[in-house]
């Protein structure tokens, strides 16, 4: 059997394809969607999901999100006793995926497709495919994200010879990509976006509204008040997002003020963020060469695509209206499931074959005649231009400034500005040249880019042949056969709780987090709370524990909703 | 040994972008990109080059349907777009001489409208920010403007802009902050800086100021290393992107600048209070 996994920055999902149709399947808590956070109890068990998201700030040193950021580098987190790795964080999550499916399904799933961004580099594509092997799965394809939003709109099958845009709007990311389909190929075009731009932005945005309004600052918050806002602000921006008014009510000081916002205002104070997603979009389609009447269909998909905003701006930049799928947040994991089951059949997808791009500009420095003698220095002269489908090799030519100059120093830049300096340096290479005059000393530089995100720089010079070489990696995260050896046994010792233990972990890390978040007679309600459920939980008794969770889980939605003191 | 794309792709010369597509995606299933990177590599560009020579085909011979004039109706200017084999641009206005950056003294007519939006008006409210207003004005009055958010509007747009601009340069004298604000808002990178219907125009309105620059002792201080390579002297390529140094001129370095007077005028004072005493 194979599962769809949708391993996202903010949220995870997974389902299968059965009487053909995608299912997502919930996890413990009876929840699609799975906080992509974990973190490491004091007894060294991992905790993945809600409860894990709720010690984030009960306990911040023992838990991490958004390591999906980190994949394909080796940059390691520290939970309790143990150093983890990007992938690692990531396979944990993804076993606590595989245990909601046995359960859903009868039976554990041993191989699996995972989504992930268009501009993943082939070294983050090993990290993600290594996390699934680390959890116990075999991956049997990676389906680039905007590919499984089609399938899940069911855009691959009807669609032929056409373009599709995809804006996929989460938490804290925007990603757009063009899609060219054909044949039963689906291929990249171009993809843009911005890395630190997501719904959780316009949370932001409107919470600094509310307290520039009341002459509050944010510092002066105390934790359990900043929460309070962020929720409110959270509930307002659903209404807001679908042209509702809101009303932002919360506590400071004991002082309770309240703000009522309308969609105009909204939209000045989230108008920043707006402009912010116009350059990825004018970006993709500049580099596809296409204008808003060739595009097929444009699709909107990510939980935060809800917003009207971003609807009414692709219709203001393309002059067409975005389809949007139900379920936003879903989708990607409904085409990863649309994937499997194609898989499964050894049908159609067989031949959907993903060609990838260079996501960015790469080149050397160059000086630049002025003429009247005169010359101008560092600029960036791209040899591979992003957005070219990997592999892929490009050569151009160059001169030294000088007759007598004997080096000539290539500094290689990746990047899209103009000025060298403002590019990112990768490295340089020293290439002798022959005596003579400039004209007759030319250098043939060559890049090569092959698909797993290595540059080769090759340098020839024309005269007297002589070839000087150098290698740059991007984000080598690969492991040593052994090494991966040695973390799966040690992934796998790791213990998690009984899986109908977890509902009473998730309550008791709110509770913990509602401790963290308050002060005085709040927090000793808080603690009394904490102990009589701890008590009950040393009973034993499940049918007790039951009813004393939705008992406390009671007590905690009060506690949230009502204001302090 | 060198085959032509055609014979990579295994179709006939003349054959039609539909054509070209089928074949590649006929031949994607034998060379994948993880198999044979090399064959992968050919047959992409192979593809590549015959879309780009289809497309250029059928702007030649303005066929029923795929001339660009009659794709796009609110796009103001509609000449014959050149269509460069390595940019995959949409049809930017029209194309500029690719080797006359020196504007002639009287400019070419403004291109005019038929679906509401009109180069003239547009173009003399430009003026007017350029004239009286700072660069973070213009920038965000073009941000907000309700007609440049679409796409195919904006990128026609955008030749005419530098090119009008280059024409009246002498009079309205542009910032270099304006002109930041203009290739900022209409995005124009490294890539699109080489573009042979952008690269005369802000050749021209650019280099103007570089020599300044580099005329200027303090400029003189090149940075290191970057004295030993010369772009070529190639023409087979387009025009090398000549963009501009950013220059601080903020109020904070404008005072930076006259640290001195105010300094003196401190000094002056307290004299002359001195004395009085």
């Known amino acids: ?565 | 040994m060198t085959q032509s794309a055609w014979d990579i792709l295994g179709i006939e010369e003349s054959a039609d972008s539909r054509t070209i597509r089928r074949a590649y995606a006929a031949r994607l299933k034998t060379s994948r990109p993880e198999d044979d990177p090399a064959a992968f590599q050919r047959l992409t560009d192979a593809y590549e080059w015959a879309m780009g020579d289809a497309r250029r085909r059928s702007l030649e011979s303005p066929g029923p349907a795929q001339a660009p004039s009659t794709e796009a109706p609110p796009v103001p200017p509609t000449g014959q777009a050149e269509a460069t084999q390595d940019m995959a641009l949409p049809e930017l206005g029209r194309a500029l001489e690719p080797s006359g950056p020196v504007p002639s003294a009287d400019p070419e007519p403004p291109p005019s409208d038929d679906d509401g939006f009109a180069f003239g008006p547009f173009f003399s409210a430009l003026a007017d920010r350029i004239r009286e207003r700072d660069p973070k004005h213009l920038r965000r009055w073009l941000d907000e403007h309700p007609d440049l958010y679409s796409l195919e509007l904006k990128w026609a747009l955008m030749p005419h802009v530098f090119d009008t601009l280059a024409h009246n340069a002498s009079m309205l004298d542009p910032h270099r902050g304006h002109l930041e604000a203009l290739t900022g808002f209409f995005g124009v990178d490294a890539r699109l800086r080489r573009h042979p219907a952008l690269a005369p125009a802000l050749d021209f309105l650019e280099r103007a100021q570089w020599r300044q620059e580099v005329a200027a002792p303090s400029a003189s201080s090149m940075p290191k290393g970057w004295e030993n390579l010369a772009n070529v002297l190639d023409d087979s390529r387009q025009g090398p992107p000549r963009p501009r140094k950013p220059i601080q001129t903020t109020w904070a370095a404008r005072i930076a600048d006259y640290w001195w007077v105010l300094f003196l005028i401190l000094i002056l004072g307290k004299l002359g209070r001195f004395l009085s005493q």
């Open chain 1, 1 to 565: 059997m194979i599962v769809g996994i949708d391993l996202g920055t903010t949220h995870s999902l997974v389902g299968v394809y059965e009487d053909g149709a995608p299912r997502l399947v919930p996890n413990a808590l009876g929840k699609l969607l799975t906080p992509s956070v974990v973190s490491v109890g004091e007894d060294g068990t991992i905790l993945v999901g809600d409860a894990a998201r709720d010690r984030l700030i009960s306990h911040p040193q023992a838990s991490v999100a958004s390591f999906k950021r980190w994949m394909g580098s080796r940059r390691e987190t520290r939970l309790g006793q143990r150093a983890y790795l990007p992938e690692e964080l990531s396979a944990l999550v993804i076993r606590s995926l595989l245990d909601d499916a046995e359960v859903a399904l009868g039976r554990r799933p041993q191989e699996a497709v995972i989504s992930v961004p268009a501009y993943f580099s082939d070294a983050q594509r090993r990290a993600t495919r290594r996390a699934g092997e680390l959890a116990g799965v075999r991956v049997e394809r990676l389906i680039n994200e905007p590919t499984a939003a089609a399938l899940a709109y069911g855009l691959a099958q009807k669609l032929d010879d056409a373009h599709v845009l995809v804006l996929d709007l989460g938490g804290g990311t925007f990603d757009v990509s063009i899609l060219e389909l054909f044949d039963g190929v689906v291929k990249v075009h171009a993809s843009a976006g911005d890395n630190y731009l997501g719904g959780d932005d316009f949370t932001e945005a409107i919470e600094k509204h509310w307290l520039s309004e009341h002459k509050l600052r944010a510092e002066a918050l105390k934790p359990f008040e900043a929460s309070q806002l962020r929720q409110r602000a959270e509930a307002a921006k659903r209404s807001l997002a679908i042209g509702q008014t809101a009303e932002v009510a919360s506590h400071v000081g004991g002082k309770p003020y309240s703000l009522t916002l309308d969609e105009g205002v909204f939209e000045q104070i989230v108008a920043p963020l707006v402009m912010r997603m116009r350059a990825p979009i004018e970006r993709a389609m500049r580099d596809a060469g296409l204008r808003g009447g060739d595009l097929a269909e444009v699709v909107m998909v990510g939980g935060a695509s809800r917003m009207q905003q971003l609807s009414k701006l692709a219709a203001r930049l393309l002059g067409r209206l975005p389809l949007r799928h139900v379920a936003p947040d879903e989708a990607i994991a409904h085409g990863a499931c649309v994937a499997a089951g194609l898989k499964a059949r050894d049908e159609a997808l067989e031949e959907i074959i993903l060609t990838d791009v260079c996501p960015h500009s790469l080149g050397v420095a160059v000086s630049m005649d002025l003429g009247q003698g005169m010359r101008s220095h560092g600029h960036f002269d791209p040899i591979i231009e992003r957005n070219c489908t990997v592999p892929v090799s490009r050569v151009r030519e160059y001169f030294p400034v000088h007759d007598q100059q004997n080096t000539i120093t290539l500094r290689v830049y990746q990047g899209e500005n103009p000025w060298a300096e403002n590019n990112i340096a990768l490295g340089e290479l020293e290439v002798p040249v022959p005596p003579g005059t400039t004209q007759e000393r030319g250098v043939d530089v060559r890049f090569t880019y092959d698909i797993n995100g290595v540059l080769q720089v090759e340098a020839r010079v024309q005269k007297t042949g002589i070839v000087r070489e150098l290698l740059l990696m991007q984000g080598d995260g690969g492991l040593s056969e052994e090494e991966a050896r040695k973390r799966l046994a040690e992934l796998a010792g790791l213990k998690t709780h009984p899986r109908d233990e977890q509902p009473n972990i998730a309550a008791l890390a709110r509770a913990e987090r509602l401790y963290a978040e308050s002060l005085g007679d709040e927090r000793r309600h808080v603690q009394g709370l904490i102990v009589e459920f701890q008590a009950a939980l040393a009973t034993q008794d499940k049918a007790f524990v039951a009813r004393q969770r939705d008992a406390l889980l009671q007590a905690l939605d009060q506690h949230e909703t009502r204001s302090p003191l």
